[in-house]
């Protein structure tokens, strides 16, 4: 895609993540099995990886301007906030899919959809190693409809709310690095360290969860609902539940003339 990086600035991406001290990385949600972390995440940020933070954001940049150029025009019209950070999966680990009990999630809060459609936000994932995603293509399939392409490196994927998805499993020799971005209008819309959940119903037909887990899994509950668009809940990593002032700060505010220029 026109605007993308260069494979020599995905390698040097990919290089910059690789060298990050392991207790830097988080455990992501769906990322556990057998007690042991197979799928991390970075969102935040200490003092010494500001410039790190900033690499992440530059190679970003110019993914979020083409995608939101040729796809969703509407939001360069406006200011916009974004987020950034970086997933790695382990060798072998398994599907996000498995380690959400075969659960599907969407990144944003349910409320996001009753936004007008051109204030919806949206998800980016920018592949460094190509990765399988696994999504359903409406809310109202089963799940013999899941689909799950691969992403292939130096691509992207871009969805709304609207998109049940989860990250599929690495089948390689080496940690799979990949970027991703919430590109929200409003600041507090961005979700840290949430994902809201849907299981299938004994019709495998998707369907809210009404459980809330942390990163250390709890026995959750499943009280079926017959209504068409389900609230489901979220699901709760506790390491990041709020942004602190200094964080806050660092979210990007950006207008369409930045957006044109970058």
């Not at 410039?51 to 995608?67: C, G, Q, R, T």
């Not at 996000?96 to 009990?101: L, R």
């Not at 990144?107 to 919806?120: A, G, R, T, V």
Request: glycine share 6%.
């Amino acid at each position: 895609t026109t605007g993308f990086p260069s494979e020599k600035a995905c390698s040097d991406m990919k290089d910059m993540l690789v060298n990050v001290n392991e207790r830097n990385w988080e455990t992501l949600t769906g990322g556990k099995f057998k007690g042991k972390a197979h799928r991390k995440y970075k969102m935040k940020f200490n003092r010494k990886e500001k410039a790190l933070e900033e690499e992440i954001k530059a190679f970003m940049s110019p993914v979020i301007s083409a995608i939101l150029e040729k796809h969703h025009p509407y939001f360069l019209q406006k200011k916009y906030h974004t987020k950034v950070g970086a997933i790695k999966s382990l060798p072998g680990a398994e599907s996000q899919y498995e380690g959400h009990g075969y659960k599907l999630h969407s990144d944003y809060s349910h409320e996001m959809l009753k936004k007008p459609f051109h204030d919806q936000p949206l998800s980016i994932i920018f592949a460094l190693d190509s990765f399988e995603f696994i999504y359903l293509p409406d809310g109202c399939s089963s799940e013999k409809s899941l689909e799950t392409p691969i992403v292939e490196r130096g691509q992207a994927v871009v969805f709304t709310n609207k998109c049940l998805h989860s990250g599929g499993k690495n089948d390689s020799n080496s940690d799979a690095y990949r970027l991703f971005a919430y590109v929200t209008r409003v600041r507090s819309d961005i979700p840290i360290g949430e994902v809201t959940r849907f299981y299938w119903d004994s019709n495998r037909n998707i369907i809210r969860d009404e459980g809330i887990e942390s990163c250390s899994p709890t026995q959750s509950s499943k009280d079926k609902v017959n209504d068409k668009n389900p609230a489901p809940a979220k699901e709760t990593d506790t390491t990041e539940q709020t942004i602190d002032e200094e964080e806050e700060g660092e979210l990007k505010e950006t207008t369409a003339e930045d957006a044109t220029a970058a």
